[in-house]
């Protein structure tokens, strides 16, 4: 329907009417973000884990608030839906309704992500965020964008623009596209960091292999979460919290409570002697970070990691980067189908093997191409050896997969964990 219309009335006729349709859904839920005080998050990773550690943050310490992400809907503070949509913003009417469910049940507050292509689709409409965060930014989805990386940037910093007066800016000041994110609005400006000085930085990071700890102020915090990379999700949550009037101890406690995220290096135990992780890293940033945090944790021990690629027109640049990440840091690589839709699958993965190569990867040797996902997920799993650790990536929480334009049910977790009682009965 979508490419009927452009067709007709061209790019910006399209995106004319994608503006019209989320004013027209505003109208109809009568604009239930004007009741409620939003956070939005938006940046090429971290988004998801950050939304989440906001949302049970501000729950625990009696802010009632719901949640629009990639890995989940909350509408009353407590009872989450997954996301089966494939999108993390989901179309206008479906936000809108979201958001007026959870003025209904009486949340005051929401925590949602937006998506370049969401901004660009303009359902961010009718949200003036009273937080809005930037968490990073690096070249992903930028077929939707002109194949600009300054349009895919722009195009993200409309949400910062004519943000009101009393709202804040919470900007990653390690990331170096901060400065153009904290130029936009006039609005109140805050930093988060772990290198740079910042309002929010945290100090003396120390990895374990169940969590992460730092400093910020006088307060330790202790996080039930793996991987230095998520010590910026922390700040985000705390910062956010901060602004909303919570104390710093309590929301150290607050933080502690949570036992990690879905789908986010979200570990599948069975009765194997090496540790399983899924997680959703689909792009060189967020392969990169759980890759390190799987390299810390295997200590001298292998890293084998199974990844792919989305299909139908989706930016394949990325291919190559994951692959260059992989093979410069995992030990074993298995590459199989994600999320192909029209594509042809063994091209997606001929694209990762062929850059693997080059990058020195050897097939048959360390080097697995596996079209069959649940196939390429025995193999990650039989390769192991006690000690090792198995990364799982590319789909998270989600429960289906997209395959020459059908929808079949799938979920990582529940293979994973059938095939580990299969393997080690």
């Known amino acids: 329907m979508k490419n009927f219309i452009k067709k007709i009335i061209g790019e910006k006729g399209l995106l004319l009417y994608h503006k019209l349709i989320a004013i027209i859904a505003c109208v109809i839920y009568r604009f239930p973000a004007h009741k409620l005080k939003i956070i939005a998050i938006t940046g090429t990773k971290g988004k998801t884990t950050s939304a989440y550690l906001i949302y049970k943050t501000l729950n625990t310490l009696g802010f009632k608030t719901g949640l629009i992400s990639t890995i989940a809907f909350s509408t009353d503070g407590q009872n989450k839906i997954i996301n089966d949509k494939h999108m993390t913003m989901p179309g206008r009417f479906f936000v809108q309704g979201m958001l007026r469910k959870m003025y209904l049940n009486g949340c005051k507050y929401v925590v949602l992500e937006a998506t370049s292509e969401g901004i660009k689709q303009s359902r961010h409409t009718c949200l003036k965020p009273h937080?809005?965060?930037?968490?990073?930014?690096?070249?992903?989805?930028?077929?939707?964008?002109?194949?600009?990386?300054?349009?895919?940037?722009?195009?993200?910093?409309?949400?910062?623009?004519?943000?009101?007066?009393?709202?804040?800016?919470?900007?990653?000041?390690?990331?170096?596209?901060?400065?153009?994110?904290?130029?936009?609005?006039?609005?109140?400006?805050?930093?988060?960091?772990?290198?740079?000085?910042?309002?929010?930085?945290?100090?003396?990071?120390?990895?374990?292999?169940?969590?992460?700890?730092?400093?910020?102020?006088?307060?330790?915090?202790?996080?039930?979460?793996?991987?230095?990379?998520?010590?910026?999700?922390?700040?985000?949550?705390?910062?956010?919290?901060?602004?909303?009037?919570?104390?710093?101890?309590?929301?150290?406690?607050?933080?502690?409570?949570?036992?990690?995220?879905?789908?986010?290096?979200?570990?599948?135990?069975?009765?194997?002697d090496f540790r399983v992780f899924i997680d959703y890293a689909h792009e060189e940033l967020s392969m990169r970070s759980a890759l390190q945090a799987s390299r810390v944790l295997a200590g001298g021990n292998s890293v084998i990691v199974l990844l792919g690629a989305e299909g139908g027109g989706r930016d394949k640049s990325k291919r190559s980067k994951m692959a260059r990440v992989a093979t410069e840091l995992a030990d074993y690589i298995v590459v199989s189908n994600v999320d192909p839709y029209d594509e042809n699958p063994q091209n997606i993965i001929k694209d990762i093997t062929q850059k693997a190569e080059e990058y020195g990867a050897e097939s048959g040797k360390n080097l697995f191409a596996i079209e069959d996902r649940r196939e390429g997920i025995k193999k990650a799993l039989e390769l192991a050896d006690t000690g090792d650790i198995v990364l799982i990536t590319g789909k998270g929480v989600e429960t289906t997969m997209e395959i020459a334009g059908k929808t079949i049910p799938w979920s990582d977790k529940t293979i994973t964990k059938e095939l580990l009682k299969e393997i080690y009965k």
Do not use: C, W
């Open 131 to 272: 937080i809005a965060v930037f968490t990073n930014l690096s070249p992903e989805h930028l077929p939707s964008h002109n194949n600009s990386f300054d349009e895919y940037k722009k195009t993200k910093g409309k949400l910062f623009k004519n943000l009101p007066k009393n709202s804040l800016s919470l900007v990653n000041s390690d990331d170096e596209n901060a400065s153009y994110f904290l130029s936009l609005g006039e609005n109140k400006k805050q930093t988060f960091s772990i290198d740079k000085d910042s309002d929010f930085r945290a100090k003396n990071i120390q990895e374990g292999l169940d969590s992460v700890k730092f400093d910020f102020q006088d307060t330790t915090f202790n996080l039930n979460l793996i991987g230095r990379f998520n010590v910026y999700n922390a700040l985000v949550a705390i910062a956010v919290a901060k602004y909303l009037g919570a104390s710093t101890t309590n929301i150290a406690n607050a933080l502690l409570q949570i036992k990690g995220v879905p789908g986010r290096m979200e570990e599948i135990k069975d009765n194997q």
